[in-house]
């Protein structure tokens, strides 16, 4: 039969209080008064101790036993009566104030300490008195004191052999709790305590180990939860028609899936774990992959069987703001560039069939006018008129269609030649001179002395250029003046505030167009290249929204770069520079 904790501790009190009435005893024997005064005064002292004992074992049993609180009280009541030391008075007193505090706040633990500090005071005074009042009687009964010595020397012994072995009965499976408790921090689930005791010990093991055993079968299952779902990832990855690459935070590859297995010709078995750009020395798309292109081109790669299109995205992986890896998609948009080449095609075959029928229209509109054909009234008049202006119009959608076709499919052609830029603002001044005259619109020309020939085409250039002017002259208000101006690069140009625009070699010629209208906000100006994009309030019904976009594409396929500056209210300037021949 197991003896618990509780009766061990009490089996030990008892005969240490029972050492102690003998003591007495005997001591009375000799000194009847001394043992009379002396005994009243221990036994008090004792069942301090005694209650002070109770209160300790009563809070250790707090959380397992529901009589421990109602036990606490109790031996708390009977110290309060039992006060018979100098300083054991406000020791109490300290200890019933921090009593009543934890009963305001049972779940509240901090005040554990506070407690015990207290109740180690009056033992402390008890004890104090004990041995005090034992000295003096030993020097009162010098005559028992070969009887004395014989009791002190057992007693001795005994207490030697509570130093001894209690402590041990304690600290040796605080110990263990404690290298468990340490163990199932680090999530070591597997630890158990073994403790063969049948004592409250004994039980605070086995519930260390039920609880031991709950966490880790939970772990066990939260693991099992994070496989499926990882495999249920996978799965849904694979099943994916983009490729997708999965890089950690020193962007070692952690997956691939079976497209992106395809694409690159490697297997994820054979490089999982290895460094990507130590893959990408030998793997030409892995490193077109891993390289940071700010233009993010659509990429040509040969899969499926023929040569398909996809669009590149990295997406970081963050947590708590710090990126722990990296998402590699690569999007097939095959399709998109398919239903894009058709609409080309289309597009390029529409406008080219109508071409002719316009051209035939506006030069039926033409023969119209002349009086040899017949007078027309004024309604007849206005009406050819309405007309050409209609013909003109398609004409130049049409063209600024063949012009984009062309731009989309590869297939713009260029007659590079030494060209005068001089000759191409003339000519650009005269295509809309007649335009600007019926608003009123006086061009103005700046033209830098030697100008060097630059390497263009000249009927590109001149098409950019009067599209600048077009521009600026139906933004422009009435009576208004629009600058054209070519300059060797490196000139200093300088806008109306008098800021330096640009300031560059001169080995590139810069052609500018200014107007003074009510200018672009500057929110638009990263669009405005844009094909299709209209200036919101713009109130440009006619136009394709191409124009610019065209523009950009036949500079920049000279080897030149195109730009725009504006200011709302103030007016815009238009620009590109070509390279000198």
Known sequence: MSVRLKTKLSLGLVFLFIVIVLFGVLGLFYINQLNKEGRQVLQNNQESLLYCNRMLQSLEDLRTDKNALSVFSDNLKRQQGNITEVGEKEATDELTKNFNEMLADPADSSNYVDIRRSIYKIQDVNEQAILRKNTIAHQTAENASNVLTIVFTILTLVSFTFIFNLPGVISGPISSLSEGILAIAGKNYKKRIYLKQGDEFGDLANAFNIMAGKLDEYESSNLAKIKFEKSRIETIINQMRDGIIG????????????????????????????????????????????????????????????ES?????????????????????????????????????????????????????????????????????????????????????????????????????????????????????????????????????????????????????????????????????????????????????????????????????????????????????????????????????????????????????????????????????????????????
Do not use: C
Request: aromatic share 6%; hydrophobic share 40%.
């Open 247 to 306: 890089l950690d935070e020193k962007r070692n590859i952690l997956f691939l899936n079976a497209v992106s297995e395809k694409l690159l010709g490697l297997k994820e078995a054979e490089i999982i774990g290895q460094y990507a750009p130590d893959i990408a020395l030998k793997n030409d798309l892995m490193r077109t992959l891993l390289r940071n292109d700010p233009e993010n081109k659509d990429l040509k790669i040969f899969a499926d069987n023929k």
């Open 309 to 581: 299109y996809f669009s590149k995205d990295v997406l970081d992986v963050t947590t708590n703001t710090e990126i722990i890896g990296q998402v590699i998609v690569l999007r097939n948009i095959t399709p998109f560039h398919e239903l894009n080449e058709a609409k080309t095609n289309f597009i390029a075959t529409v406008s080219h069939e109508l071409k002719t029928p316009i051209s035939s229209i506006k030069m039926s509109a033409q023969l119209l006018t002349d009086l040899r054909v017949g007078q027309l009234n004024g309604e007849q008049q206005e009406l050819v008129r309405s007309i050409t202006d209609d013909a003109d119009r398609l004409l130049k959608i049409t063209g600024e269609l063949l012009n984009m076709s062309q731009v989309e499919t590869g297939n713009l052609q260029l007659k590079l030649q030494a060209a005068d830029p001089a000759k191409i603002v003339d000519q650009a001044i005269q295509a809309v001179t007649f335009q600007a005259q019926q608003k009123g619109i006086r061009i103005q020309s700046s033209l830098a002395p030697d100008l060097p020939l630059i390497q263009a085409d000249v009927e590109k250039t001149s098409w950019v250029l009067i599209n600048f002017l077009t521009n600026a002259i139906k933004y422009s208000p009435d009576q208004g003046v629009i600058e054209v101006a070519a300059y060797r690069a490196g000139d200093k140009v300088r806008d109306k505030t008098g800021d330096k625009v640009r300031d560059k070699a001169g080995d590139k010629v810069e052609f500018l167009v200014t107007d003074h209208g009510r200018g672009i906000d500057e929110k638009y100006l990263p669009r405005i290249f844009e094909r299709y994009f209209k200036v919101p309030g713009s109130h440009d019904r006619n136009g394709t929204g191409l124009g610019l976009s065209i523009s950009k594409e036949f500079i920049e396929a000279q080897g030149g770069r195109i730009w725009v500056s504006s200011q709302l209210g103030e007016g815009s300037r238009f620009g590109f520079t070509l390279a000198a021949a």
